[in-house]
């Protein structure tokens, strides 16, 4: 870690691990999520001029969080289990919402299937496989911010894909 990214990563830490303790509930995980956000912040520190660093580190931890939710959410579900922070719902089953789910689950794999190759691999390593974005660029033998670009290109396609606005 350089020395910008060192001296923010140290001043802000105590707060970022308090944020993302208080909404994973977990201090190991509240951990490795402030490393992930600090790796991140010294990955585009090398690149590019971040004009507010620390905002920079909450917005990002923010964006892991979130990841991490839905993931514990959707492992909780394939496994029976209700996470805290999931919302049941009623026992009685929906058909129209069930029809609806499936219709835009089909079009989200239309989506990926429709994919370049080497995107369609990026975005399924990520999402999929929970890969982090240093090891798909080492899996595939590509930068990080081609990653990056991958990616983005990926869930900007796929939402329109899913919403109509192709």
């Not at 089953?93 to 190759?117: D, G, K, T």
Request: charged share 30%; proline share 3%; with cysteine.
């Amino acid at each position: 870690m350089s020395g910008p990214a060192l001296s923010i990563f140290s001043s802000s830490y105590g707060e970022l691990r308090s944020f993302a303790l208080r909404k994973v509930g977990s201090i190991s995980i509240a951990e490795e999520l402030v490393q992930e956000a600090c790796l991140r912040l010294t990955a585009m520190m090398e690149r590019d001029r971040i004009e507010n660093p620390r905002a920079f580190l909450f917005h990002v931890i923010g964006n892991l969080i979130i990841d991490y939710q839905r993931r514990e959410n959707t492992r909780a579900r394939h496994e029976g289990v209700v996470s805290p922070d999931y919302d049941c719902v009623d026992e009685g089953v929906n058909v129209e919402a069930q029809v609806a789910a499936r219709q835009e689950l089909a079009l989200l794999s239309e989506a990926i299937a429709e994919l370049p190759p080497r995107c369609r691999e990026c975005f399924i390593m990520r999402r999929f496989e929970n890969r982090s974005q240093a090891e798909i660029a080492e899996r595939m033998g590509i930068t990080r911010g081609m990653v990056e670009k991958h990616l983005r290109y990926a869930a900007e396609y796929c939402t329109r894909r899913l919403w109509g606005d192709e």
